[in-house]
């Protein structure tokens, strides 16, 4: 039997962070558990026939729902169990793939402010309807396609002691307006989980440059170079790129609370090691371990804001979610320098763990969000016997492993699309830990400021990153899904036809991001200098913060819209991997680049490598859809190898 392929909806993930991460983050790595919903949607049924998302198959006959013209309301289905009966909502029809690779869409939207999606983590399920209903949150998409590879990785049959047992992946709510639902929770419920956890990454990524503020410090104390003090935030960076390799298959297992409760206590206990620490050695190596510690919140969080989101709701909280790690590291020497200046490198750790300590008490009142744990603990309660898992843990952990270490060790060395854009973001967010080196040649050195003081240079930045989250979701309003006259919801050609959304579509963000980029490098450049006041290179950073943030939101975008939901959460934790990489090694060479090069040809070397990167947006304008079509990771290359298989 063949479909045509529907694009789900996916998330960040696998940490970003997504981060995020998943996401990041988060098209989230983060989304599975032994009860994964919506598994039952391309196995056999009791009779012997199959249901597959997009048709309707009765008594052994396929009728397709493309054939019939679409409902503006949702089909309701009750099916009995063992405890009672159980409601389940089937979204009418589904956008799918057609033969140019675009997305066939019919109607009109209602959307808010911000747009419907987040665009970051496209792309949902949609209805194709005149009002279209998006009812699935952003992990099902993720859920639906892992249950597929689990289940063919599965040769277990059921035994007869299982035989009256439910299946944990056909649990689903009482109602559409179950109270359990995260999706149905409070705005207030709803915010404080995505607050909470959106603090969490801040104050993760705090913790790498409040580090860096008590190296001057630490290097007296200790008499070591400037190069292996540095190497502390080198291993923590590293740390982060690791943790949610390990964190995102456990929180398929186990949730979101759980990882959060354990890893947060555990990276204050390193952090602490740290401050306590007699020699350096001890420091770098807990430094590594407290960033592994750290960062499976990185990978786990963006999955917690998306389990609570409807994909019309999500885009804002987000927006905001992706907004903290990037500002952790802008924060740390603004409030750092004056710690250290005063108090000495010790109480940087101390103030770390203040803000950890402040933030446990709401981690700890955190609810479990994702809906496959939930669910199968609610018919536990219930006395409802529930099948053992279809594939062992080992075997689990395996596939899990591959879609988080291998599989995107794979495409940063055979995608373009990856390779490049991975590239191209690790650049931006290495030059961002570069600063921390560099700004203090530049205000400590040029201008004489204080170590406090010349932490505060950094609000440049933090000004540019929250006008680039601003433009983002105003280029989304009024761009991407502008309301027009007639009532449609959406892009437009010159005459007046409805335009599909593309990845290319999106690149629009990421150009004004390439071209700030330079322009803010040049800047910083030339004008640090005595003959030229202060706030004109401090004023430098608003561009590069600006730039930081688009570019960063369109890769995300362009991956989310390029690649199914497996494919995706390799994508995202390959680009985490890099960018974390990369930034790693950054501050151990830009001291030097600066006393050699000089401030003017130092940032400027800077400036040129961001130049030759400024065509990418168009090079992927014009290329991208043949690059796609091309990938053996791509929405083309799952659709033959599913017509191959039918």
Known sequence: ??????????????????????????????????????????????????????????????????????????????????????????????????????????????????????????????????????????????????????????????????????????????????????TNWSPRKKWFSTMTVAFLCLVVSLGSSLYVCGVPDLMLEMGISQELGFAGLSLYLLGLSVGPIIAAPLSELIGRRPIYIVTLPLSMLFTMGVGLSPNIWTILVLRFFSGASASPCLAVASGSIVDVFLPNDVGLAMALFCLAPFMGPVLGPIIGGFVAENKGWKWTLWVNLMFAGALLPFVLMLPETYAPVILKKRAKSRQIKLQKPQVGLLKFLMIMLSITLVKPLQMLVVEPIVIVFSIYISFVFAILFGFFEAYPVIFRGVYRMSLGISGLTFIGIGVGLFLGTIFYLLLNARCFYKKHDDGFVGMKDKDGNPLPPTPESRLLSGKYGALALPVSLFWLAWTSRESIHWIVP?????????????????????????????????????????????????????????????????????????????????????????????????????????????
């Open 538 to 646: 401090v004023l430098a950073g608003v561009p590069f913060g600006f730039s930081l943030i688009l570019i960063f939101f369109t890769v995300v975008t362009y991956f989310s819209m390029s690649y199914p939901p497996l494919s995706l959460a390799s994508a995202l934790a390959a680009n985490n991997l890099a960018r974390y990489t990369i930034a790693a090694a950054f501050p151990l060479f830009t001291v030097q680049m600066y006393d050699k090069l000089g401030i003017d040809w130092a940032t400027s070397l800077f400036a040129f490598v961001a130049i030759g990167l400024v065509p990418v947006p168009w090079i992927f304008e014009y290329y991208g859809e043949s690059l796609r079509k091309r990938s053996k990771f791509g929405f083309d290359a799952e659709q033959k190898e599913d017509s191959s298989m039918a």
């Open 1 to 182: 039997m063949s479909t045509q392929r529907t694009l789900e909806s996916q998330s960040i993930t696998s940490g970003d962070y997504v981060s995020a991460e998943e996401s990041i983050r988060t098209a989230s790595v983060t989304d599975f558990e032994d009860a994964l919903e919506g598994s039952h949607s391309n196995l056999p049924d009791d009779d012997g026939t199959e249901t597959l998302q997009g048709d309707k198959t009765v008594n052994g006959d396929t009728e397709s729902n493309t054939d019939h013209e679409p409902s503006n309301d949702s089909e309701t289905t009750t099916e009995d169990v063992e405890s009672g009966k159980r409601t389940i909502e089937n979204t009418p029809l589904q956008p799918s793939r057609s033969n140019d690779e675009e997305l066939d869409y019919h109607g009109s939207e209602e959307k808010g402010f911000f747009g419907n999606i987040n665009d970051f983590s496209q792309i949902a399920s949609r209805s194709r309807t005149n009002n279209l209903r998006l009812t699935r949150t952003e992990t099902q998409g993720f859920h639906d396609e892992l249950s597929r590879v689990i289940t063919s990785a599965s040769r277990k049959k059921i035994t007869e002691e299982e035989e009256g047992a439910v299946d944990p992946s056909t649990l689903d709510w009482d109602s559409p307006d179950d109270p359990d639902n995260p």
